[in-house]
Nanobody
Framework: QVQLVESGGGLVQAGGSLRLSCVASGSIFRPNAMGWYRQAPGKQRQLVADITNGGVANYADSVKGRFTISRDNGRDEMYLQMNSLKPEDTAVYYC??????????WGQGTQVTVSS
């Protein structure tokens, strides 16, 4: 079993920055991929960014150039640096770990609210 714990969410004004963290623990196998997803009220959960063990990152078009995903494989931690935040970035942000073979895990989420 794997546990994922997110932190770093909060309330920020438009144009501001936040840094999210995700700490993974438990039976973690490699290779794996980790990612950040978000879900706004009334909308489906969507990919924000993901990253492989090798550091290959992929971003949603809406966050390219503003968000940066990174990970520390030695500590099984992942981060999301969010700059130039917009009100439309308001959502619950979830950490995800995919170990393949159908083993996908989710954190409980952290709220990010961007005021205009």
């Amino acid at each position: 079993q794997v546990q994922l714990v997110e932190s770093g969410g909060g309330l920020v004004q438009a144009g501001g920055s936040l840094r999210l963290s995700c700490v993974a623990s438990g039976s973690i196998f490699r290779p794996n991929a980790m990612g950040w997803y978000r879900q706004a009220p009334g909308k489906q959960r969507q990919l924000v960014a993901d990253i492989t063990n090798g550091g290959v990152a992929n971003y949603a078009d809406s966050v390219k150039g503003r968000f940066t995903i990174s990970r520390d494989n030695g500590r099984d931690e992942m981060y999301l640096q969010m700059n130039s935040l917009k009100p439309e970035d308001t959502a619950v942000y979830y950490c995800m770990l995919n170990q393949g073979g159908g083993y996908q895990y989710w954190g409980q989420g952290t709220q990010v609210t961007v005021s205009s």
